[in-house]
T-cell receptor
Framework: DAKTTQPNSMESNEEEPVHLPCNHS???????IHWYRQLPSQGPEYVIH???SNVNNRMASLAIAEDRKSSTLILHRATLRDAAVYYC??????????FGTGTSLTVIP | NAGVTQTPKFRVLKTGQSMTLLCAQD?????MYWYRQDPGMGLRLIHY???????AKGEVPDGYNVSRLKKQNFLLGLESAAPSQTSVYFC????????????FGPGTRLTVT
């Protein structure tokens, strides 16, 4: 299974943009890049996913490097509710879906 | 539409006891999954099912059994609980597509003493 590397923790001020990086240098051509987040004492929730092109949705944007060896989750205006652990996951198929330890995001009021 | 629900929310077991965790989804999803999450760790896949009557092993299946007798339910059983199985257990479900994202339940916190 392809590996991802994320910083253990990051901080952001409220209402400022946040860029959460993920390195995946061994990604294969069929691996999708998924992002999930886990709020305290809750199950993970889907944030965004992509394959090659940058993606936007109501929650966030996903910027994928041209060589696909890294990606960045962008939260455009961090709120206190965005404080969570963010997981970057590679998945070639629906079943092969492995969580790492993620990045713990702290939002400072 | 309740999404994914898990029963019970909390449980304390003594070593050697058995129990069953129930996961139910009302979204008509084909795929269902059981994960465990230990303190400070990410989620690890225990077992999963690609449809009614089917099950398959995930990353950490030892000590657990599962059954999917109905499409909407996925049961996780511990036949003889061990302290190493103290964890938070999450169930998830998804549609049958390559990019299908998972809907997770709220979790069951299990302590084995």
């Amino acid at each position: 299974d392809a590996k991802t590397t994320q910083p253990n923790s990051m901080e952001s001020n409220e209402e400022e943009p946040v860029h959460l990086p993920c390195n995946h240098s061994t990604i294969s051509g069929t691996d999708y890049i998924h992002w999930y987040r886990q709020l305290p004492s809750q199950g993970p929730e889907y944030v965004i996913h992509g394959l090659t092109s940058n993606v936007n949705n109501r929650m966030a944007s996903l910027a994928i490097a041209e060589d696909r060896k890294s990606s960045t989750l962008i939260l455009h205006r961090a709120t206190l509710r965005d404080a969570a652990v963010y997981y970057c996951i590679l998945s070639p198929t629906g079943n092969q879906f492995y969580f790492g330890t993620g990045t713990s995001l702290t939002v400072i009021p | 539409n309740a999404g994914v629900t898990q029963t019970p929310k909390f449980r304390v077991l003594k070593t050697g006891q058995s129990m069953t965790l129930l996961c139910a989804q009302d979204m008509n999803h084909e795929y269902m999954y059981w994960y465990r999450q230990d303190p400070g760790m990410g989620l690890r896949l225990i077992h999963y099912s690609v449809g009614e009557g089917t099950t398959a092993k995930g990353e950490v299946p030892d000590g657990y059994n599962v059954s999917r007798l109905k499409k909407q339910n996925f049961l996780l059983g511990l036949e003889s609980a061990a302290p190493s199985q103290t964890s938070v257990y999450f169930c998830a479900s998804s549609y049958l597509t390559v990019t299908a994202y998972r809907y997770f339940g709220p979790g069951t916190r299990l302590t084995v003493t």
